[in-house]
């Protein structure tokens, strides 16, 4: 589907959100944003192949970038990187190219300063975040990005099965102990304890 109105978008990431709020407006304008700068008019259509989102954040905004770019963790398209940040990069696989855009901290501040007369900060910020310069809400920088090819879309190898638990392990993220293959989680980086 080729690039839609603002409005369009916020319609569809409404519906997989749940709800609109300022955080979807900013992540929509973020991925538009940056598939522009990109030159990619179909993102989530003819384009899909080449592009891949890197996200800093799980939060609302998040939600509304995979609504713009068409890029899902299930594909293999969108990354998540916990830095806790209002930002996300777009990278051209193709091109070899990638934009990094974040949110400046400045505009919460500007939407309170454009509509004082609206009392609810969420609503402030919606109606400023649509209506603010790309270059008052972000801040856009060109950077270089290195994609192992394990982490490309469509990468395929087979798993390795870990030598404690017997579970497959994909994408090689095994990590090799004492000469044994073994999964993240019986090396040590569980996140989980056994009940």
Not at 29 to 52: C, Q, T
Not at 133 to 139: A, I
Request: charge should be neutral; glycine fraction near 8%.
């Amino acid at each position: 589907m080729p690039l839609q109105p603002l409005a369009e978008y916020e319609l569809l990431a409404a519906q997989a959100h749940g709800h609109l709020c300022a955080g979807q407006i900013l992540g929509l304008r973020m991925a538009l944003v940056g598939v522009k700068l990109l030159g990619l008019d179909d993102p989530a259509g003819k384009d899909r192949k080449r592009l891949v989102s890197i996200v800093e954040i799980d939060r609302c905004m998040t939600d509304a970038i995979g609504v713009v770019t068409g890029c899902r963790l299930g594909k293999r398209a969108l990354k998540f990187r916990d830095f806790g940040k209002a930002a996300a990069t777009f990278c051209d696989l193709q091109e070899n190219r990638a934009v990094r855009i974040a949110a400046r901290e400045s505009a919460k501040e500007h939407a309170r300063a454009l509509y004082p007369e609206i009392a609810g900060r969420n609503q402030q910020q919606m109606r400023a975040y649509r209506e603010m310069p790309d270059e008052e809400l972000f801040h856009i920088e060109w950077v270089r990005v290195t994609l192992d090819a394990e982490d490309l879309p469509g990468y395929r190898a087979p798993g390795v099965i870990c030598a404690q638990c017997g579970e497959s392990v994909s994408f090689r993220r095994e990590v090799v102990c004492e000469g044994r293959a073994l999964c993240r989680g019986c090396a040590g980086e569980r996140y989980y304890e056994p009940a």
